[in-house]
């Protein structure tokens, strides 16, 4: 998987734009860490020297640092009583050229190994371990191989893969061309059929490309630093990926693939002595030191500011055609190995662009000559040296000019007039919060977060002593109030290492992409021999067969269905009721000081026509203020006060009826305990008085709004393809597509092209009316137990303070199902207290029907969704289907779709609503996998699977259904779904007991034609078969 500059799937981020994620478990008991506090510097384990033992005490574990005394490899351990354990291990890696070698390599390592032969060792663990996670990343500039689990064996199966893969691969040439790139015939069962591309890396840059955010912010890392590596794509440009030769993959493996130029993690509470002599004696004992030369040099600054114009494809689904240019300024920053400078830079950053109060907010987003601000916006420590860059995206090209002017503008008034004091306490306020906040993936959250600033060499356990830092911050700018003023001056004003960069949208940019891609092709082709051509076709068909053949996986290590606990522990709950009858639903945890607020809304007597502007009510009620508050100090109140408040609409399914739901939204915060009255007194503003008047700033949240919508279609492309492709098959279907599905991304667009947005804001208070007062309402709290009395009296007057409807309003749809949810009268022992009922919309005469719908986009891949009606819950056919949709997806689609090809990524799942969902990502083909998706279902029907494939599939099931939860989400399935524990317990008994008849009968019964209703969904390019076929709606 490859990382575009700063975007990091899980990130425990320095708090930049107010993104950080900094989380933290924290138990009653530190066993672990007192443990690791006892290892000694000097102290020899395994091979391996303790050079450093650290206690930091504001995350709650303990640092030990090591290194490999044959060697030199880098070790740091994080001990911690967490029971998600995570290893990772790094590798420098510095390509010099744009045809992908690295993210080929990360690819073509992980498809067998000395000690594991087999073919694609990785995808197939995935399904003989209870991994929490399992991937692999290329950045610019490191290659990251990371696990976790929860289970000690499982941990040492895993280690002994990951280790064989990256240092003793087989690189076979048949896995560099399926996995980099291969000349192939269209059909390479007819070698007159023409010749092409394929290979997944390939595909996936293609698809990477697609997003104008993505190309904006590579160009912006290769023209800003362009004397080393980061002057190339490490992912690999589609264009130069076809000059990567297999002799050049395996001389990068050897230089780059070695322990010297490797880093290791281990976080958790399982033992480090049984990591290290693993480490050591299965690979770092068979390696001698070497001098890597991998290091990045520093990038020579500029003596003059410099200046690039790009290109890209036009946003078909952005709101204006005439405003599509982006422009950014950026800054060349230190280097990130400077703990402390970085802290405050990351930090100033944040107070420069976070939030309205923020001076390039109010100065550019607000000036109204975009939609938001520019990709990779605000600090970037991804690089060896850091960068800021600040800019809009949106705009019209003549307004170019004037944004920079902006720009230089904003700084100079900054360096006069500096920060306000709330704003620097709101932001030190949000690393306190975030330090104590609790996510079930924190190992996975630092080894991303200390990877970069190792990897150049730096310190990364000075990285975590978050509370030194915030003391030395606080320090300096106790000794000199101007401390940051200082800052913008030296790094913005006076810094000659800038770079301006803009991109324009061009109408024939596809086209050209795809010229020259036909050129390269050209090229190849017409350099082969009659000889290469012969071998071209041996090797298609070789392969075609190598992806056919039936794999023998007995080499690898693998855990049984008897690991699988039998048993969930079961939550304690105790419900009570507020204001006379609003359920409240309490849950002791070890919150770490952290209260949980969260209240739930019932939209059932909301008119329709309102129904499509839901997801926008949510969106802006909390910031447009509320009360006697303006929306810059209920920004300001919401980041001293809380950790954050969310608004969201939800479609919540039945357990047991396909035809009922319950639709309504979700409110969400958290609080340190200290601050909950103010956190409830901000929620009874936002309920009783929310303000709707702030013309002007509306507009300006619904532009970011539909520029961040549009964004979003390329990297989520399948989930649109499925949302829709299910939207006839359930009543709830309709709903989710309205509300999440390509119907909001196009709704939202029209409103942000409308001149008048007033029709649309006396939307809102008509919404609030029937969604903000306490009729249809219930309510949750995560607390420790000590926090429970104050959290009741406070939610109490919360609840108390709202209003209530003058006359009892009749649900919209006539058909309402009152359901108790379980509690200690309905046999379930865990809940206490009075009960919640849920009011459930079903639609008796509901009659499921199919649709095909292909949303062109101007992309040069597709995104597909089938989509199937099933079983519900708790039906046992539900079981079946989840353990089938594994198998499929392990045992067929995963090589019919990638191997075969060529997409990203593939499968099936099933939903908790009943819908079992066939997909494709990044997808080079579109009626051919629709082929596939029918292929799969004749495979389940006629039964070609074994034992070992069906106990497989249960694992990788119960990896997702026994992932961790966090102390915040505890209880979260009984208040929002009514799901007790022994619900969730029946569901466990009934995929242990799933078995082969079942999977075979469940296929036919729902999967086979003609059975239950399919629906499809395609979003890609013009497609002429589709287009010939009058069953499809062209969007």
Excluded at 67 to 85: F, I, K, M, Q, V
């Amino acid at each position: 998987m490859w990382r575009c500059s700063g975007r990091v799937a899980v990130t425990l981020r320095r708090p930049s734009c107010g993104r950080t994620d900094l989380r933290a478990w924290r138990w009653s008991s530190t066993r672990a860490c007192e443990k690791a506090l006892q290892y000694r510097v000097g102290e020899k384990l395994h091979g391996f020297t303790v050079s450093q033992v650290t206690s930091v005490p504001e995350l709650f574990l303990t640092a030990v640092k090591l290194s490999h005394d044959g060697t030199g490899a880098r070790y740091l351990h994080l001990a911690r009583e967490d029971t998600n354990n995570l290893f990772s291990m790094q590798f420098r890696t510095t390509p010099m050229d744009s045809t992908g070698v690295p993210h080929v390599l990360e690819h073509t390592v992980l498809c067998g190994s000395q000690k594991y032969p087999c073919r694609d060792p990785f995808f197939k663990m995935l399904n003989r371990s209870l991994s929490t996670f399992m991937n692999a990343f290329t950045a610019s500039d490191y290659t990251m191989y990371p696990f976790s689990t929860q289970n000690a064996k499982d941990f040492q199966n895993l280690l002994s893969v990951y280790l064989d893969a990256a240092f003793f691969p087989c690189l076979r040439e048949l896995d560099f061309w399926q996995e980099g790139w291969r000349l192939e015939h269209e059909n390479p069962s007819d070698p007159q059929s023409a010749l092409v591309f394929k290979g997944v890396v390939f595909n996936e840059m293609k698809g990477a490309f697609t997003d104008n955010e993505r190309i904006f912010s590579q160009h912006l890392q290769n023209r800003l630093l362009p004397d080393h590596t980061y002057a190339v794509i490490s992912g690999g440009d589609p264009l130069c990926i076809p000059d990567l030769t297999w002799e050049q993959l395996k001389q990068f493996h050897a230089t780059h693939y070695h322990p010297s130029n490797a880093r290791f993690f281990t976080y958790g509470n399982f033992p480090l002595e049984q990591h290290l002599k693993q480490i050591h004696e299965e690979a770092l004992s068979k390696f001698q030191k070497i001098e890597p030369n991998t290091s990045v040099p520093a990038q020579k600054p500029w003596d003059k500011p410099r200046e690039f114009q790009i290109t890209c494809a036009p946003d078909s689904l952005a709101a204006s055609s005439s405003k599509q240019t982006t422009v950014s300024v950026s800054f060349l920053l230190p280097d990130i190995t400077d703990t402390f400078e970085a802290f405050t830079l990351s930090l100033l950053s944040s107070l420069l662009i976070g939030g309205p109060n923020s001076p390039f907010y109010k100065a550019l987003i607000e000036s109204g000559l975009g939609t938001d601000f520019s990709p990779d916006v605000g600090y970037n420590g991804y690089t060896r040296e850091a960068y800021f860059s600040v800019g809009l995206q949106g705009i019209a090209e003549k307004d170019i000019q004037i944004v920079r002017d902006i720009i230089d503008k904003t700084i100079d008034n900054i360096i006069t007039k500096g920060f306000e004091d709330d704003r620097i306490e709101a932001l030190l306020h949000k690393i306190e919060i975030q330090m104590k906040h609790q996510s079930v993936s924190f190992g996975l959250a630092l080894t991303s977060y200390i990877a970069s600033c190792w990897n150049h060499d730096g310190d990364p356990v000075e990285l975590l002593r978050l509370g030194q830092q915030v003391a030395q911050f606080r320090q300096c700018l106790k000794e000199n109030p101007k401390f940051l003023q200082e800052k913008v001056k030296q790094y913005f004003k006076n810094n000659q290492h800038k770079l301006t960069l803009s991109m324009k949208p061009d109408d024939r940019y596809s086209e050209k992409q795809a010229q020259m891609e036909t050129e390269k092709l050209k090229q190849k082709v017409s350099a082969l021999s009659l000889e290469d051509k012969r071998q071209i076709y041996d090797k298609g068909l070789e392969l075609q067969t190598q992806q056919s053949n039936a794999q023998d996986a007995s080499c690898l290590p693998a855990l049984k269905v008897s690991d699988i606990e039998p048993s969930i522990p079961f939550t304690e709950l105790a419900v009570g009721l507020a204001a006379g009858d609003v359920p409240v639903q309490y849950c002791a945890q070890p919150t770490n000081g952290v209260v949980y607020f969260r209240a739930f809304s019932s939209l059932n007597t909301l008119p329709e026509e309102l129904r499509p502007y839901v997801p926008l009510f949510c969106s802006v009620l909390t910031k447009l203020g509320c009360g006697v508050l303006d929306y810059r100090e209920q920004a300001q109140q919401i980041e001293l006060k809380t950790g954050g408040m969310t608004v969201s609409p939800h479609v919540l399914p039945d357990d047991s009826h396909l035809d009922t739901y319950e639709q309504g939204v979700l409110f969400s915060s958290f609080c340190l305990d200290r601050n909950l009255p103010d956190m409830m007194h901000l929620w009874a503003e936002i309920f009783n008085s929310p303000c709707f008047e702030e013309e002007q700033h509306f507009r300006v949240l619904v532009k970011m709004a539909a520029q961040e919508l549009s964004n979003g279609v390329p990297d989520s492309g399948h989930v649109y393809a499925s949302v829709r492709a299910s939207r006839t098959l359930t009543p709830a279907g309709d709903l989710q597509e309205t509300f999440s599905g390509m119907d909001q991304v196009r709704l939202m667009k029209r409103i942000a092209e409308m001149t008048d947005l007033r029709p649309i804001l006396r939307k809102l208070p008509r919404i609030k009316k029937y969604l903000l007062n306490c009729d249809n309402m219930r309510c949750a709290v995560n607390a420790t137990p000590q926090q429970l009395s104050q959290t009741e009296q406070a939610v109490g007057d919360f609840l108390r303070s709202l209003g209530r409807s003058k006359k009892e309003r009749k649900p919209v749809r006539p058909h309402v199902v009152e359901k108790p949810a379980p509690n200690g009268s309905g046999g379930s022992t865990h809940i206490s207290g009075s009960q919640v009922v849920r009011k459930l919309i079903t639609e008796p005469t509901f009659k499921p029907c199919q649709m095909k719908t292909h949303f062109l986009l101007p992309f040069p891949v597709n995104y597909v969704g089938e989509c199937v009606r099933t079983a519900p819950y708790t039906d046992p056919d539900h079981a079946s289907l989840k353990i089938l949709a594994r198998l499929m997806t392990a045992k067929f689609l995963h090589t019919e779709i990638r191997e075969k090809g060529g997409a990203y990524g593939g499968g099936a799942k099933l939903s908790h609503s009943g819908i079992f969902t066939f997909y494709s990502y990044r997808d080079p083909r579109s009626t051919e996998t629709l082929q596939s998706f029918a292929k799969a279902i004749d495979w389940a029907k006629s039964g070609r699977f074994s034992q070992q494939d069906i106990d497989e599939a249960k694992l990788s099931v119960f990896s997702g259904v026994d992932a961790p939860v966090a102390p915040s989400d505890k209880g979260l399935d009984h208040f929002l779904y009514g799901l007790s524990d022994e619900l969730k317990q029946a569901h466990r008994e009934q995929l242990f007991a799933v078995h082969r008849e079942g999977l075979i009968d469940v296929s036919s019964k729902y999967l086979g034609v003609g059975r239950s209703t399919h629906g499809l969904a395609l979003l890609g390019p013009e497609n002429t078969k589709i287009a010939k076929d009058p069953s499809w709606i062209i969007r």
